[in-house]
């Protein structure tokens, strides 16, 4: 196995988080909901995950994953719920409460790692390692590939398709382009599919989390997510929220962030030079929408 | 100093394709109250806006003391002597009545000289207020009278009041007029934005009446009447031919509304035309295209119903979407599965040939298209499947003569294979030349009236317009 392959399947395996949870963003963005929580929707996944396979310890074998993932998914969506409902009910604008609840997840997994699900030992503030039947396979052996990655690529597709063929997907693009046509010429129930979206980003997200942990970390701990929930929101803005885009510009930013790591190891060179090329190009991407969205504004100015 | 402060010379003034103004002169005289009347969406405000630097005529002059002047912003009437109270409050809460007056000015902030200034305003027209209270704590008339208050310490000479009454008390309307007389007797102009015809014709000195974007009257106040005013806003209806008798027979009726004290039917067979002001009848014919709940009431609604909101660049048409689209986004709501975008781009492409709308193919942008060729695409995606129920709101504003009379005409072809047509639309007009009965909708419900435009504009406007 060449060491080269070994570093493109670390890109990879970065990516694969940064994909999904990129994913969970387009989706929100697509349908006019501004998720900024996939963070904390990403670490509730995480934790949901790790509980159930904690829990199934060697009964299940490699069917743990199955209940694992879905918990993560289950997660994930009542997180996002959390907001979706204080804005249906109250108008709480879903931009500050899925901040907001980011933070509380973060401090959830710190209080769990030190508390419920902190491994026996009580020395590390972390959980157990997941027993290798708990572990996602591996898809290039020799490498840490594992089918994660895989499953990012169907999603990829798969909400690409929904979003051009399917009824449901136009109905999302409708309310998210504008609520009132969607409303008066498409009869379009704008608050159903509102909620609809914000659940099916949120679910994203917490797979994305579950996938982590069953694919990569093997435990839960402080830290497991170096910002990816907010990372995605620049993978799905540089990817125009094209799903299929996502998967390149996710890509991109894995590899940006590993081989940042190895240009430190090898050459010295300071790794959070990366994190200056990351924000350039989140500023980049943002300053391209907004003369966009500026355009329609003079569009509309002139009318 | 001139007798003619402000006046305003063959405005016109388009927004993309609708003409908002079309060669409209104004002039407003020293020492007298000037209404500006007129239905919603006439152009009042937009002439007010041109006239207080706001907006920019694309023809047409402004002249100030009878030099020709060109206001680039707001700031520049200012400075002219111009001043205008909008419907809408440009008030900080938390800062007190001399601040705020303070805050529009220039140079440097003196709370004795504003004192000083508001106590000289005072005297002169009796608008008074406790410079050092909070505007938090002030009533919506004492808000008004400090956004006059403001303007007049800029020493304006005309003041502009867009719907100055809507948010006034009977009371407090008559002290602003009061203050607004001796104002004027001061030496000041007022221009007084309304479509309350009482208040125009009990304390207006002119009065100008502004229709669909063009000024249909200009007299003193002395020299009209009330009917003369109505006929004016609404539109007085040329000798028609008598109508054709559509279908007084038992057509059946393909819709039927009951609602709080609405009640209404729709038959196969006839246009139903709707007059109503300010959009009193709004929730009615969203309830009848089914876009609203129709909540505690009966109500028999057609599965198939077409709907050609006022709003179209809004409500009809997202501008993100291509035409094909915005062909799939009707009955969106109810589909399910994939969708079957060749059959959807067919249908555009029929849509278009069919309905004669000028695009250059079913992949071309809404905001490409004309207002006239928007409105034939949107009539057309919702007559295509031939809904038994078409409800439609002033379906020609700000279309032009031919797309109108081809929205006209195919609404008549609706009717006459048999489908239940109603529209509101705000000219009269039009009511009674497309119409086969009209109804008049109000705060007290509805009423049928005979299609003549006295009756309907006395219904409308009579007694009950306070």
Redesign the interface.
Known sequence: MTAELVLVADALVRATPLIIAGLAVAWAFRGGVFNIGAEGQLLVGAVAATAVTLLAGNSLGRLTLIPALAAGIIAGAAWAWIAAELKRRFHVLEIISTIMLNFIAIHLVSFLVRGPLQEPTHIYPQTLTFTSSARLPVIIPGTRLHLGFALAIVIAVASSWIFR????G??I??TG??P??????????VERTSMFVFLASGALAGLAGAIEVNGVTFALYENLSPGYGYTAIAVALIAGLNPVGVVFSGIFFGALETGAAALQREFAIPSSLASVVEAALIIAAITVAAIRGRH?LV?SA?? | MSETPLALNDITRRFANTVALDSVSLAIHKGKITALLGENGAGKTTLMRIAFGMLQPDSGSISVDDRTVRFTSPADAIAAGIGMVHQQFSLIPAMTVAENVALTGRGQYSLVATKQRLSEIAGKTGLRLNPDAYVAELGSADRQKLEILRTLAHRARVLILDEPTAVLTARDTVELFAQLKSFAHEGGAVVLITHKLADAIEHADEVTVLRRGRSVLTAPMGTVDEPMLIEAMLGAAPPRPTLTAASNDLSRVVASLDHANISLEVRSGEIVGVAALDNAATPILRMLSRRRKVSGSAAMLPAKVGFVPENRRDEALIEDFNLTENVALAGAGSRSGTIDWTGVNDQAEEIISRYHVVASGPSASPASLSGGNQQRFVLGRELIDDPDLIVLENPTQGLDVNAEAFVHSQLRQARDRGAGVIFYSSDLDELIAVSDRVIVVTADGVQSVIPDKNEIGQALLGTRDS
């Open positions: 063929k399917t009824a449901l136009f109905r693009r409708a382009a504008s009132e046509a969607a409303h008066t010429a498409g009869l379009i129930n329609t569009q002139r009318r």
